[in-house]
Every structure is written in structure tokens, then in C-alpha cells.
């Protein structure tokens, strides 16, 4: 067989757009398939002009006719498409508009057209990401184009459904049309699910957990009716941009044989921002702030910790402003141990992996999760909800002491994550040895994308061969 080309279609990528890990995935399997002999190129909306302009095609809109722009880049070494045109995506923020279903929709009719049109390179699968792209499986199933697809959900908690009134954009036969509708609604998430080839999730744990109504977002029902063409695959984290050794913008570069170096970066990281060195353990968080990540329950469980100065918190992120205030109080209140900093900061998300002791991921649910690989790769500790990811990729002492590189805890309470603090608290007071066994199983753990390209690698054939 000649060699297999694939399209990846995603809304962010790591150094043109990124909110969350969605960017990182773009960015970083592409490369890996590459590397294995795979044609990898990516497709993404165009936020910023970054390329050369290689075509021009119409896209329809219900009667409305408009133009997008083809550019052609490069990331990570590997050939992007960007689409631009419209007005729909050199904006401030990636999302967040009132028109975002018509922008991507805009982006997902693009990537049809630019199937049928672009004759040089013709890909045998087109790999599409979440909502975004959702509705190109129902285009390429509509106008029968000779191409697989398989559909990755990295977070179904974003469905971008919308109401009837949009369906005279779509220009879709009936037939379709009632395939992607849900509950009255117009749902893009849907579509992908039940319209593409094959579909899989982030990890093995989470494909099985969204069959569930707790973390199905309605969509549960949908999901079991498709499970035999529903797979897990764990992301992996790009090793060229996440590493402790190499790390351009961590204060003091450090290895497995040099983890004494990693107590620099922590005193670093606490003047940088601003709260008292110390020996006792200094946890980090890096995280969107929204309801999915759990730390409002973790701000409320810290909290006496924090009163009797048995920890300090480093905490980066932005999202919902309830979440952000409740950071802000807590910094207020004990300004010496709690240091935060509301944005988006790639250099500082670096420092804190690399200064941290632990790393606190406490997710009410978490597709895959890559902070709490990255803070295994930097030594930094992770006490994580026992959901999704999480609970494929960290090792409790429970369940196998010698192996494990983390602390987990099951329901998001107050009491359950007290619990797994003391325990985490207890082994880095009182037995430094198992301390550092932990950090040396993380780091030495392989979450590079290897393993899991080669799955996709396998799930591409398969999906070519029936
Ligand atoms: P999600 O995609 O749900 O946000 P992941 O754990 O998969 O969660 O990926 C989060 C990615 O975004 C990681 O690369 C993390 O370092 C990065 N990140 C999250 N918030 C910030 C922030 N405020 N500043 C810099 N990087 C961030
Ligand atoms: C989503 C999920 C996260 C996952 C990321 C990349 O944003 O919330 O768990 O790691 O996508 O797949």
C-alpha cells in the first residue's frame, strides 16, 4: 500500500491557537505520525496570517455565498492549511462569540470543499476533533467522498449545539439533517459521533465513562448505540516542548540524576511570585478555570492546610470569574504561602511544572488531561480525581506502591482531597526516599506520543481495510 495520508482537522494548534490541550494534540500527533511514515498534514481556521495564500474556495452558507482563503504553513515540521476568510477568525479570542457555530460550521464546510477541490494531495483519512469539525462528517457522508474519518471527542462537555432557526445554513438533505439534531437542537458533537467512520476518546477510562449518564452530557445514549466503533486512545505530550532537561524557560534545567536542581526552580518560582521560601511542599496548579477542573472544591479543601502553613499554592489560570475570585480570596487571606496569576502564560505554566513539589489535578471529569503528565515529566508530584485520564495515567501507592507516581482520590470532596493531601503531605515530610522514588517513576514513565500514534496508526488501517 502506498503510503497512508491523513488530514487532521482541528480548531486549535499549539503556536497559531491554543485554549487548552486540544492545541497541544494538534500540534504534537501529527509529528509522531510522521515520524512512524505517515503523511500527516493538519487543517485549522486561520487566527492570525501566517503563511502563503494557496487558493480560493466558495463555500455555501445557506443562499449566502463566501469565500475562504487557503494558506499553506508549517508546525512542529509538519505542512498546515489554514483557512481563513469571512471575518470569522482573526478575532481576540478563539471562542467565545455569539456566532461561533456559523464560524465553524464555515471551518467545517471548508474542509469538505478543500477535499473535493485540492487535487495535489489526497488523503485517505480525515481525522476531525471535536464539535468544531463535527458537521464535516455529515458533509463527507452527504456528498459520498471517497474518504474515511474518524472523529476524536476530547471533551464532551462542548457540544456547540444551537437552535433549529440555524438549520438554513446547513444546506443538508433531510435524511442528515435528522441524524444530527438532539433534543430539538442542532448538534455539531452529535453529528461527528454518529456520522463518522470510527470514533474514539482521549483515553481507554473516559470512552467507557461517557456511556454513563453521570458524564455522558446527554449524550450517553447516543454514545452506546456507536460502541462498537468507539475506541480509547491516550494522548501522549510532545517530549520537544515538555522536558527538564532542555526546558528553555525554566530557571534551572535539571534531569532525573540532577533533581537536586529542581529546588532552585522552586525558590525561583516563589520569589517570582511572591510568597515565602520553604521546605514544605509547594503544590501547583495550571488550569482553565471552569467548572469541569474542580478547583473551586480544591480551594475550599486547601484552605486549612494553608492556615497552618503546612503547603503553598502557585496557581496559573483564567476561565469563570466565580473560580477566579475564589483564587483571589484565598490569595488575599494568606498572600505568604498563596501566590496566583489570572491569565494565560506559557512560560510561567513551564516554571511551575518545573518548581513545583506537587500537582493538583481535581477534575469532576477529565477526558485525558495533560498537566498531570507534564508535572510527572517535571518530578512535580500529582494528587488527581480518580476520573478519565487521570485515572490511566497516574499510579497511587495503593495500588502498587513500586510503581507508583501519584495520589489519587475518588468523589470531588472536601474530605476525600483533605485525605489525599495528608497522604501526599505525609510521604514528602516523613519518608523523603519514597518521596523521590514517586518523582523518578513519573519522570521516567513514557508519555511521549509514540505508543499512542502508533494506535491511531493501527485504528487508521483498520478503519481503510473494512
Ligand atoms: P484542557 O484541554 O481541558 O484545558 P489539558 O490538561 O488537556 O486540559 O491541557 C491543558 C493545556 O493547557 C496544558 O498544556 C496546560 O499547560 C495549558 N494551560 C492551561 N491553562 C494555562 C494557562 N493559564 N497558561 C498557560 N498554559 C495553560
Ligand atoms: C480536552 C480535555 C482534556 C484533554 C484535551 C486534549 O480539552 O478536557 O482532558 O487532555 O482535550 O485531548
Known amino acids: 500500500m502506498s503510503r497512508l495520508k491523513v488530514l487532521l482537522a482541528s480548531s486549535e494548534v499549539y503556536g497559531f491557537a491554543k485554549v487548552g490541550g486540544l492545541g497541544d494534540v494538534a500540534y504534537a500527533l501529527p509529528k509522531a505520525l510522521r515520524s512512524i511514515g505517515v503523511d500527516a498534514r493538519i487543517i485549522a481556521p486561520m487566527h492570525r496570517k501566517k503563511g502563503r495564500k494557496v487558493g480560493t474556495i466558495n463555500v455555501k452558507l445557506g443562499k449566502r455565498d463566501v469565500q475562504a482563503e487557503i494558506y499553506l504553513s508549517r508546525v512542529n515540521s509538519v505542512p498546515l492549511y489554514l483557512v481563513g476568510g469571512g471575518g470569522y477568525f482573526p478575532r481576540d479570542r478563539v471562542y467565545g ?33 471535536d464539535w468544531h469539525t463535527g458537521l ?28 433549529t432557526s440555524k438549520l438554513n445554513l446547513l444546506n443538508l438533505k433531510e435524511d442528515i439533517t435528522d441524524l444530527i439534531i438532539h433534543n430539538n437542537r442542532i448538534n455539531p458533537m452529535k453529528a461527528g459521533i454518529v456520522l463518522s467512520d470510527a470514533v474514539n476518546t482521549v483515553s481507554v477510562k473516559y470512552s467507557k465513562e461517557i456511556q454513563t449518564s453521570e458524564f455522558g452530557f446527554g449524550l450517553d445514549s447516543v454514545l452506546r448505540e456507536i ?24 530557571y534551572r534545567k535539571y534531569s532525573t540524576k540532577t533533581l537536586e536542581r529542581k529546588e532552585e526552580n522552586k525558590k525561583m ?13 509547594l503544590i501547583g496548579i495550571v488550569s482553565r478555570l471552569t467548572h469541569q477542573k474542580g478547583i473551586d472544591v480544591f480551594l475550599e479543601a486547601i484552605e486549612e492546610f494553608l492556615e497552618d502553613r503546612t503547603v503553598s499554592l502557585v496557581l496559573l489560570g483564567t476561565g469563570e470569574g466565580y473560580i477566579e475570585n475564589k483564587a483571589k480570596a484565598i490569595c488575599d487571606e494568606f498572600s505568604d504561602v498563596v501566590g496566583i496569576s489570572i491569565k494565560y502564560d506559557e512560560v ?46 497516574v499510579i497511587d501507592p495503593n495500588e502498587n506502591k513500586n510503581c507508583a507516581r501519584g495520589f489519587k482520590f475518588e468523589s470531588l470532596d472536601v474530605e476525600a482531597i483533605k485525605k489525599a493531601l495528608s497522604r501526599a503531605i505525609d510521604v514528602y515530610e516523613n519518608d523523603r526516599e519514597y518521596w523521590k522514588i514517586l518523582q523518578l517513576n513519573g519522570m521516567r514513565a513514557d508519555f511521549s506520543w509514540r505508543g499512542s500514534a502508533r494506535k491511531y496508526l493501527a485504528l487508521y488501517k483498520r478503519l481503510l481495510s473494512s
Open 348 to 393: 510561567l505554566a513551564h516554571k511551575i511544572y518545573a518548581g513545583s513539589d506537587m500537582f493538583a489535578v481535581p477534575s469532576r471529569y477529565e477526558p485525558c488531561g495533560l498537566t498531570q503528565m507534564i508535572a510527572m515529566r517535571y518530578g512535580s508530584v500529582p494528587i488527581v480525581r480518580n476520573t478519565g485520564g487521570l485515572s490511566d495515567t
Open 227 to 250: 460502541k462498537d466503533k468507539l475506541y480509547g486512545i491516550i494522548n501522549g505530550i510532545d517530549y520537544s516542548v515538555w522536558n527538564p532537561i532542555r526546558d528553555p524557560y525554566i
Open 97 to 129: 462569540y455569539e456566532d461561533d457555530f456559523e464560524r465553524y460550521l464555515f471551518f467545517s464546510k471548508a474542509i469538505v470543499e478543500f477535499l473535493r477541490r485540492y487535487n495535489f494531495w489526497k488523503p485517505n483519512i480525515l481525522h476531525l476533533n
Open 269 to 281: 518560582l516563589s520569589s517570582e511570585m511572591k510568597i515565602k521560601p520553604s521546605d514544605r511542599p
Open 136 to 163: 464535516t462528517a455529515a458533509y463527507v457522508k452527504s456528498e459520498g467522498l471517497p474518504i474515511k474519518t474518524l472523529f476524536t471527542i476530547h471533551n464532551l462537555g462542548y457540544q456547540g449545539d444551537v437552535d
